[in-house]
């Protein structure tokens, strides 16, 4: 095993969602075409996969965390703001480690973490 690669969401529009997270993440896309979008992410892949129906209540079988600063209240803040809706308001699980995670505008659960004691390989 080479580590975590790609966490893919499912979304009705492509177009609005590639748009959404280019300016939650403030990076445009590296690869573009009508069935996939993908970004790099600090080197790792966040893909965006067009689906045909807009779930708002999909299940949390799987959260996948991205990496924030120590402010992750702000960041859990600025990603409502920009049309996410409520999930996990932000909380201390454990010495510096804080977490919140949020629905995209699809439904998809988008997690965010705050970890110092981690350091990708």
Known sequence: ???LRTAIYRVADLTAAKAWYTEAFGKAPYFDEPFYV???IG???LGLQPEETKVK???VS???YWGVGPDVQQEYDRLLS???TELEPPMGVGGPLIVAAVRD???NPLGIIYNPAFTPE
């Open 38 to 40: 993908g970004f790099n």
């Open 62 to 64: 799987c959260l996948t």
């Open 82 to 84: 920009l049309g996410a």
């Open 57 to 59: 209540d999909k299940p």
């Open 1 to 3: 095993m080479q580590g």
């Open 105 to 107: 505008p699809w439904g």
């Open 43 to 45: 080197g790792y892949e």
